[in-house]
């Protein structure tokens, strides 16, 4: 166990998670240690939301040239049960669709012989010609990377055509495992690894938004799928761009690999909780409900998922056909109910996960999209060794045009609202004694019949004496409950204790810590509760029923990087409005003469390192900074501000401004915990108001929360300080009639 909490520590100090240790949590870290990393690190990227979408998929198509070992959806021309859509069948789905309230089509299918890019690109204009304001989420790499082979075009070139069409971002589809090997076991003809990641790193640099899944649970490794996930975080680290990962758990029914079974539901959540420790680069990790089923979804919320994809409408059959969810509809009412019931926020989104503001949640009305705070601006790169690794030759298009003249070109459509048949399943023979006579049961029950019409009385009088046993047990039984219904707990007060610690309290009083929000106070250390619900009050106990769960908010562990701002050639009063707004701190002012300016920045460094204005240094928020600060000899001196009765960062803030320095910080008895520092007030300072100190002075200063002490001290101050001012002002009155004086006497 000390492994695991090594591991479980450096993840919360923010460190990367190694293959190795990923495969060890995996194998040995117990479950509900995974659930709290997780959802540390979600809450972290995402808060309290849980992201949905209103969405349906047009599958044109269930014809596919590949037959990989998995899939249930796949069928050969000619085959009964194989459908394929025409452009114009597209659009017309397209324009059934006009009157739903969607914001996405997720188009995917087969990879189907006669279908080139143009028809693909056809397909997403007539969609988008019919649904303008909703967003195509089309193709998975491997059907792009099929059509712009036997286009002999390159990839570049073919997303350009897609996009050009609407396309506006890519799923996740076909990665399945990345390992060669494994991936010719299971679907020897996909595209490999390197080129669906060469399809997806082009659509990155060329602006659009991808996902990208994993296809786990079958024969694979562990070792397989870490290392699947490493290529993703390796490629989102050179060139962005997943919005989101989906781990896919395999389905068994209706195909080849069904011997392998389905794994377990403590698999599922233990896969989708290392999926969102080890991708700290891709924003969303989505449990997709049309694969996990309802009540697996709502326990990912629980293990770092932060999506659960969209109402689909009956709209897919990927699943179903391999033993998901039947007709996979969810209203918005059913998936918000189901974030909620974890406690957690749902937040429609959009393709682009920008929220989706909704005037009402009546069906007809318009829905329009948030705007992002602040838009990305993505470069538009055409990277040209993709180009260049994935056009393709002549000869890989004639292959490929033999392959599709040996399928006969017999394509049934499926009639609307056809089902696949529902398959025969035999039912259970009716139990017997193996000889073909009566069952035991059918036996034991003449016996009982015949003792009771031999003994009738005997007979009556056990059954009363069985019926007042069963009353007697139902008594027991009510009175145990009503106990323990009356079983209160007063609710401790976990605010500024660490979540370990009040891991360890709540466990002792049968409570439940469940963490729904963090914050960043770089003065508390990472763990700290900063917040419960329901909280506790000075006047009365609030009390809980055993099993309760209590919401925290906690100070998160990962203190974010940012670049450091380059803030020097300034005032000093610009340069500490930059730092405070970019959440730095200032480490020190160090004065120096000059001859020109009083209170100009010269320059600035970090940890002893020079920052210019071209540096790109990013440091943790909070990080200290040091400003080497201009003054003239005549001014040397700055007069002490007034900060009694002010929050620490206000008399920080003051003191930088007005040419101090921070020294010691010092809390008197009344604050007893860490939590307390952030309420306290300064009740006294080492510094005299309104009197004279050489600039870079260090000021100590005194906090307390105790209100009547702060506020008394600082109606003496204010009182100091208004003499100090009166002072200052009779002295500047003094010196300039003296002044006057002296030129009156010089003309005379
Ligand atoms: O690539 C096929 C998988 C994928 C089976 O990007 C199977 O938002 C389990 O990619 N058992 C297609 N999985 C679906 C997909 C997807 C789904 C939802 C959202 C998004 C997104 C993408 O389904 C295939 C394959 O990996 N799959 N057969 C099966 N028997």
């Given at each position: 166990m000390q492994k695991i909490n090594d591991i479980a520590a450096s993840i919360r100090r923010g460190e990367r998670l190694t293959a190795a240790d990923a495969i060890t949590l995996w194998r040995e870290a117990p479950l509900w240690l995974l659930g709290e990393l997780a959802t540390e690190r979600k809450i972290e990227a995402s808060g309290r939301n849980v992201y949905y979408n209103r969405n349906v998929h047009l599958e044109p198509s269930n014809i596919c040239l590949f037959n990989c070992e998995f899939c249930s959806f796949r069928r050969k021309e000619g085959d009964p049960d194989a459908w394929a859509m025409s452009i114009d069948e597209v659009e017309a789905r397209a324009k059934e669709l006009r009157s739903a309230d969607i914001t996405e089509v997720h188009i995917v299918g087969g990879v189907h012989p006669k279908h080139d890019l143009d028809t693909y690109v056809e397909m997403v204009r007539r969609v988008k010609s019919q649904l303008p304001h909703v967003a195509v989420k089309a193709y998975t790499a491997v059907e792009i990377f099929y059509m712009i082979k036997r286009e002999g075009v390159s990839v570049v070139e073919g997303l350009r055509r897609l996009m050009d069409a609407g396309m506006e971002c890519i799923p996740g589809g076909g990665a399945e495992i990345f390992d060669e090997a494994l991936r010719k076991k299971i679907c020897p003809d996909k595209c490999s690894s390197e080129e669906w990641l060469a399809v997806h790193r082009a659509a990155h640099n060329m602006g659009l938004s991808t996902n990208c899944t994993m296809l786990y649970g079958h024969i694979e490794t562990l070792e397989q799928r870490v290392d699947h996930l490493e290529r993703l975080r390796k490629l989102q680290d050179e060139a962005p761009g997943f919005d989101a990962f989906i781990p896919l758990k395999y389905h068994s029914r209706n195909n080849r690999l069904s011997e392998a079974g389905e794994c377990s539901v403590e698999e599922d959540l233990r896969t989708i909780a290392i999926s969102r420790i080890f991708l700290d680069n891709i924003p969303h990790i989505k449990a997709y409900w049309v694969s996990y089923g309802r009540n697996t979804t709502e326990m990912a919320l629980s293990f770092g998922a932060d999506d659960i994809d969209g109402t689909i409408g009956d709209t897919t059959k990927i699943y179903s056909m391999a033993g998901g969810t039947e007709r996979p509809s969810m209203s918005v009412e059913e998936l918000e109910a189901m974030v909620r019931a974890v406690g957690m926020e749902p937040v429609e989104r959009d393709s682009h996960y920008n929220l989706v503001a909704r005037k009402s949640d009546k069906a007809s009305d318009v829905c329009a999209v948030a705007p992002s705070p602040e838009p990305e601006v993505i470069e538009n790169k055409e990277p040209e060794s993709v180009e260049d690794s994935v056009t393709t030759t002549n000869e890989q298009d004639k292959d490929m045009s033999v392959k599709q003249d040996v399928i006969e070109p017999k394509v049934k459509q499926p009639a609307k609202g056809e089902e696949p048949k529902p398959k025969t399943t035999k039912k259970p023979a009716k139990r017997s004694d193996g000889n073909g006579g009566e069952s035991k049961w059918a036996k034991a029950w003449d016996g009982l019949k015949r003792t009771y019409q031999r003994f009738p009385i005997l007979s009556h009088m056990l059954f009363i004496l069985l019926f007042c046993l069963f009353l007697l047990l139902c008594l027991y039984l009510g009175l145990k409950w009503g106990t323990r219904h009356n079983n209160t707990i007063v609710v401790p007060d976990f605010v500024g204790m660490s979540i370990e610690d009040a891991r360890g309290v709540a466990k002792d009083k049968e409570l439940n810590i469940v963490v729904r929000d963090s914050i960043f106070d770089v003065d508390l250390p990472g763990?700290?509760?900063?917040?419960?619900?329901p909280g506790t009050s000075e006047v009365r106990d609030v009390t809980v029923k055993p099993g309760r769960k209590i919401y925290v908010t906690i100070n998160a562990y990962n203190r974010r990087k940012v670049l450091v701002p380059y803030v020097a050639k300034q005032t000093l009063r610009q340069a500490l409005n930059q730092i405070e707004r970019s959440g730095f701190t200032i480490e020190e002012l160090v004065y120096q003469p000059n001859m020109t300016s009083t209170d100009y920045v010269e320059r600035q460094t970090v940890g002893g390192r020079e920052i210019g204005p071209s540096t790109n240094r990013e440091m943790p928020v909070g990080t200290g900074i040091t400003l080497y600060v201009n003054y003239q000899r005549e001014n040397s001196n700055t007069v002490a501000p007034r900060v009694v009765g002010m929050s620490l960062a206000k008399a920080k803030s003051s003191l930088w401004d007005h040419g101090f320095n921070v020294g010691e910080i010092i809390y008197d008895e009344s604050v007893s915990d860490i939590i307390e520092c952030r309420t306290a007030r300064v009740y006294m300072q080492s510094a005299k108001i309104g009197s004279s100190y050489r600039r870079g002075t260090k000021v100590d200063i005194y906090l307390s929360t105790d209100d009547a002490l702060v506020d008394s001290l600082r109606l003496i101050a204010d009182k100091e300080a208004d003499r100090a001012e009166a002072a200052r002002r009779k002295a500047q009155r003094e010196a300039e009639e003296k002044m006057r004086a002296e030129e009156a006497e010089a003309n005379n």
């Open positions: 763990g700290t509760i900063v917040d419960q619900l």
